[in-house]
């Protein structure tokens, strides 16, 4: 794969992208990403926004026989270099996918590739973006819209779920899980997003409830009362309730949920299990219980899920 940096590209967003794609992470069975940082002016010094710089190894033939190039974000401008609009366009013609962090899509819509196509950016930028490119389908409420061979992101974190939901469906679940964990991705953010990012289990900020969380997740089909876990970690309901809370970032009652709703996605990637029995092994009392808080925490009906990922 290769990423394309221009002037004033950001770091953090750029950093997204060597971390999903640059680290050689094969001993955690992680295939082998040939990772190339490309630039108009190989060898050159790049600005970036922080009073750094970055140095391309790569000059634009880079892109060429790449089958991803990456475009992390860089500051809004009304010109850029036409040499690596073209390069991209080139890249994209003969089959590479292309991958934008947060203010990218500006690059990648200058090149015009994204008329009629549905894409995202950082909310702050959404009516400079409907200006520019007016022809582009824009979604503003969402952290990151996948068009098949074209994959645009939200704001910075955005950056890390498109990665990983394209790492997803490249190379499966399994290695964008062991991807995610050596990242130690936070937990699944609510507010109506729509991911298919593999998401570890929240790390535990103190001692005391790491054992609960770990005994849940190992028996999700049996079930669970905030009483009978508060008895478990040793604690009042009031007291158990507070530190769960400020622990995993929710209620044990929805956390719980979305660690059956995970589970069941598993389950719909590697088996053949139908949908009743997965509801049952993961703590579900009915198919249609499951297909309820699938839905709502993934955003598609397991049917769709396990058709779109089955054997991935």
Known sequence: MAAVLV??????????????F???RTEDGVPPIEFRVCGERPGEPIRAGVGVQFIPERGLDGLEGADLVAIPAAAVRDDYPPAVLDAIRRAHANGATLLTVCSGAFLLGATGLLNGRPCTTHWKHIEDFKQRFPEAILDPDVLFVDDGDIITSAGTAAGIDASLHLVR??????VATAIARRMVVPPQRDGGQRQFVELPMPESTADSLEPVLTWMVENLAEEHT?????RRAQMSERTFARRFAAETGTTPVKWLTTQRVLHARTLLETTRLSIEEIARECGFSTGA???HHFHRVIGVSPHDYRRTFAGS
């Open 289 to 291: 219980l499951l297909r």
């Open 169 to 174: 469906r490249e190379l499966g679940s399994a």
């Open 22 to 24: 640059g680290i050689d």
């Open 226 to 230: 905030v009483p009978a876990l508060a």
């Open 7 to 20: 002037d004033r590209a950001a770091v953090f967003e750029f950093g997204v992208v060597c971390e999903v």
